[in-house]
């Protein structure tokens, strides 16, 4: 699984299920590995029935709901979020709980819950990318450069995090900073193959420069 070859993965995981088959870790690395081949519906299973033999295992309540998450079903993906998160403070889980409440514009609450999973652990780029963006939403600009900036501290290379960092200064005026941060993210892109991801930030930090452009001329 580590090492990307999830159906070499599958082959030795129906051999455990097939020797031990209330293996719980076997069947929550069963549901990872169908949800890296897309398949989320057979990945919920695998969850529930590691579930069903240790409910009380928090990461599986967590992926459990990513699953339904990808799904579509968010109620559920919800509640099984807020188990985890109930049974041993579950980082990943509060994170997904944020998420959630950023996407559904309840910032207050995206905040309180981003903000104790960085409290257990601090080190995750996402979730300090995340609160950026809740701070962001919430129209403060200077909080929102410094969780940027702690992403970028643990994560020099992550194109997302420097871009968020641009706009963020760009709002407060900053334009010698943002402009420093898309011609950071075009020189890093120009020197990889381009693909989806990479063509739609370099068309994202472009109009960045344009409005940068703009600004400066007035």
Same mark, same amino acid.
């Given at each position: 699984m580590q090492a990307g070859l999830v159906d070499e993965a599958?082959?030795?995981? +129906?051999? =455990?299920? =097939? #020797? $031990? &088959?209330?293996? $719980? #870790? $076997? !069947? +929550? !690395? %069963?549901?990872?590995a169908h949800m890296m081949k897309g398949n989320a519906a057979e990945a919920v299973k695998a969850f529930e029935r590691c579930l069903a033999i240790n409910s009380g295992f928090s990461e599986g309540h967590n992926n459990l709901g990513t699953a339904y998450q990808e799904l579509g079903v968010l109620d559920r993906a919800e509640d099984e979020y807020k188990k985890a998160f109930a049974l041993d403070q579950n980082y990943n889980a509060s994170y997904n709980l944020a998420?959630?409440?950023? !996407?559904?514009?309840?910032? +207050? =609450?995206? %905040? *309180?819950y981003i903000q104790k999973s960085l409290k257990k652990y601090g080190r995750s780029v996402i979730a300090w990318n995340l609160e950026g963006l809740i701070y962001d939403e919430q129209g403060k600009p200077d909080d929102a450069i410094l969780s940027y900036l702690q992403a970028q501290k643990l994560? &020099? *290379?992550? !194109?997302n995090v420097s871009y968020n960092l641009g706009v963020a200064y760009f709002k407060k005026e900053n334009y010698a900073k943002a402009q420093e941060m898309? *011609?950071?993210i075009l020189a890093v892109i120009a020197q990889g193959p381009p693909n989806a991801q990479t063509q739609e930030l370099r068309t994202k930090? +472009?109009?960045? #420069?344009?409005r940068i452009r703009e600004a400066t001329k007035k």
């Amino acid at each position: 699984m580590q090492a990307g070859l999830v159906d070499e993965a599958f082959k030795y995981l +129906n051999q =455990t299920l =097939t #020797l $031990a &088959p209330r293996h $719980a #870790l $076997a !069947l +929550n !690395l %069963l549901g990872l590995a169908h949800m890296m081949k897309g398949n989320a519906a057979e990945a919920v299973k695998a969850f529930e029935r590691c579930l069903a033999i240790n409910s009380g295992f928090s990461e599986g309540h967590n992926n459990l709901g990513t699953a339904y998450q990808e799904l579509g079903v968010l109620d559920r993906a919800e509640d099984e979020y807020k188990k985890a998160f109930a049974l041993d403070q579950n980082y990943n889980a509060s994170y997904n709980l944020a998420k959630l409440c950023y !996407l559904e514009k309840d910032l +207050n =609450t995206a %905040l *309180d819950y981003i903000q104790k999973s960085l409290k257990k652990y601090g080190r995750s780029v996402i979730a300090w990318n995340l609160e950026g963006l809740i701070y962001d939403e919430q129209g403060k600009p200077d909080d929102a450069i410094l969780s940027y900036l702690q992403a970028q501290k643990l994560a &020099p *290379d992550e !194109l997302n995090v420097s871009y968020n960092l641009g706009v963020a200064y760009f709002k407060k005026e900053n334009y010698a900073k943002a402009q420093e941060m898309m *011609d950071r993210i075009l020189a890093v892109i120009a020197q990889g193959p381009p693909n989806a991801q990479t063509q739609e930030l370099r068309t994202k930090a +472009n109009e960045v #420069l344009k409005r940068i452009r703009e600004a400066t001329k007035k």
